[in-house]
């Protein structure tokens, strides 16, 4: 499959922002995506941007895509230690709808 | 609200036994997935499908077998269970467009 890269770990203070990074190999994605996976729970949307994007913005989070270096980062601002979960990159090709997932960012955040 | 219900969230079962981990959606999605997860490896496709009877091998498959006889079931087999199949074991399912996955909260089997 495609190679989708994260860091394992990230740790943080309540209040900072946290930036989650990713790269990715395969030029022809078409959708990128970030899942959150609380402790025991499946994982769950948070935002997804397509590729001729550049940036989205939702409430805290802020999506970042440079597709000249095939990387995406994730932001959140005023990280809460109700953030702390694993954050998975995905990216997904347009021909055969699957998703190939990055081994996930478990975010730390100390109160 | 829409769901992927997977029919048991913990599962122990022993060596050599044929296992069925079961998900169902209500989305009238096409597309569904099976997944495993482990500490450091991150999601794992074992088998995928677009369409009812229809399937196609992951990444992993070795181990495994699917069914998907009805639109809104897919069914993973093991067929004689090992220790090494012990993992959390996740099932998504999407449209044709590229909205995303929707999981389901997964079944974490342990095989003794």
């Known amino acids: 499959g495609e190679d989708v890269e994260q860091s394992l770990f990230l740790s943080v203070r309540e209040g900072d922002s946290s930036v989650i990074n990713c790269t990715y190999t395969d030029s022809s994605s078409t959708y990128l995506y970030w899942y959150k996976q609380e402790p025991g729970a499946g994982l769950q949307l948070l935002t997804y941007?397509?590729?001729?994007?550049d940036m989205k913005q939702d409430q805290r989070l802020t999506v970042l895509l440079n597709k000249k270096d095939k990387h995406l980062s994730l932001r959140i601002a005023d990280t809460q230690t109700g953030d702390s979960a694993i954050y998975f990159c995905a990216e997904s090709i347009i021909n055969f709808n699957k998703f190939y997932f990055g081994s996930g960012t478990k975010l730390n955040v100390k109160p | 609200d829409v769901k992927v219900t997977q029919s048991s969230r913990y599962l122990v079962k022993r060596t050599g036994e044929k296992v069925f981990l079961e998900c169902v959606q209500d989305m009238d999605h096409e597309n569904m997935f099976w997944y495993r997860q482990d500490p450091g490896l991150g999601l794992r496709l074992i088998y995928f499908s677009y369409d009812v009877k229809m399937k196609e091998k992951g990444d992993i498959p070795e181990g495994y077998s699917v069914s998907r006889e009805k639109k809104e079931r897919f069914s993973l087999i093991l067929e004689s269970a090992s220790t090494n199949q012990t993992s959390m074991y996740l099932c998504?399912?999407?449209?044709?467009?590229?909205?995303?996955?929707?999981f389901g909260s997964g079944t974490r089997l342990t095989v003794v």
């Open positions: 941007i397509f590729s001729n994007m």
């Open positions: 998504a399912s999407s449209s044709a467009g590229g909205n995303g996955y929707t």
